[in-house]
T-cell receptor, first 111, second 114 residues
Framework: SQQGEEDPQALSIQEGENATMNCSYK?????LQWYRQNSGRGLVHLIL?????REKHSGRLRVTLDTSKKSSSLLITASRAADTASYFC???????????FGKGTRLSVIA | GAGVSQTPSNKVTEKGKYVELRCDPI?????LYWYRQSLGQGPEFLIY????????DSGLPNDRFFAVRPEGSVSTLKIQRTERGDSAVYLC????????????FGPGTRLLVL
């Protein structure tokens, strides 16, 4: 079963605009991570945020985490056509538990 | 250095056949994970190895699925008596230790059962 739900399921924006994707989860977590996937193949790790962190930045990426609402958001600023991909959040509960992925958001950035 | 590699890239088989999918993790990574991803879904956990032993196989859907990692490096996912519902992309990932830090994913094997 899948823990997270990304919202929206699909997002289409113009190049240069910001893209915001949200993730909600159900149970307590240790870490939350965001991954990117092109063309349904291998996933690329983007950023990890720990349960005691509220916000993290990496380049054009900004991730927030609200454990009281069991939700996270991923913001991609100044989007580029190359950002077109599916984005997944994944959570773990610590103690060697497996990553649990959401269904993903399909982002299309139109040049 | 080399990333996680998986072979074959694509596998087409007939219902009832046996298949093996191979994963070569990043050298030195002790933790190895198998996931299965169906169309339009996120990856779903199958099994996790720490070294040679399967630390958690709770995601394996039934006893037709089995995985090994005999020398603590390469892993093989084995599917017996394949069914059409087994069609999916099978993803392998490795991490330096079982601390739930970054997992590095391979490109996946796309399995199609006819």
């Amino acid at each position: 079963s899948q823990q997270g739900e990304e919202d929206p399921q699909a997002l289409s924006i113009q190049e240069g605009e910001n893209a915001t994707m949200n993730c909600s989860y159900k149970t307590s977590i240790n870490n939350l991570q965001w991954y990117r996937q092109n063309s349904g193949r291998g996933l690329v790790h983007l950023i990890l945020i720990r349960s005691n962190e509220r916000e993290k930045h990496s380049g054009r990426l900004r991730v927030t985490l609200d454990t009281s609402k069991k939700s996270s958001s991923l913001l991609i600023t100044a989007s580029r056509a190359a950002d077109t991909a599916s984005y997944f959040c994944a959570t773990d509960a610590g103690g060697n538990t497996p990553l649990v992925f959401g269904k993903g958001t399909r982002l299309s950035v139109i040049a | 250095g080399a990333g996680v590699s998986q072979t074959p890239s694509n596998k087409v088989t007939e219902k009832g056949k046996y298949v093996e999918l191979r994963c070569d993790p990043i050298s030195g990574h002790t933790a190895l994970y198998w996931y299965r991803q169906s169309l339009g879904q996120g990856p779903e956990f199958l099994i996790y190895f720490q070294g040679t032993g399967a630390a958690d196989d709770s995601g394996l859907p039934n006893d037709r699925f089995f995985a090994v990692r005999p020398e603590g490096s390469v892993s093989t996912l084995k599917i017996q008596r394949t069914e059409r519902g087994d069609s999916a992309v099978y993803l392998c990932a490795s991490s330096q230790a079982a601390t739930q830090e970054t997992q590095y994913f391979g490109p996946g094997t796309r399995l199609l059962v006819l």
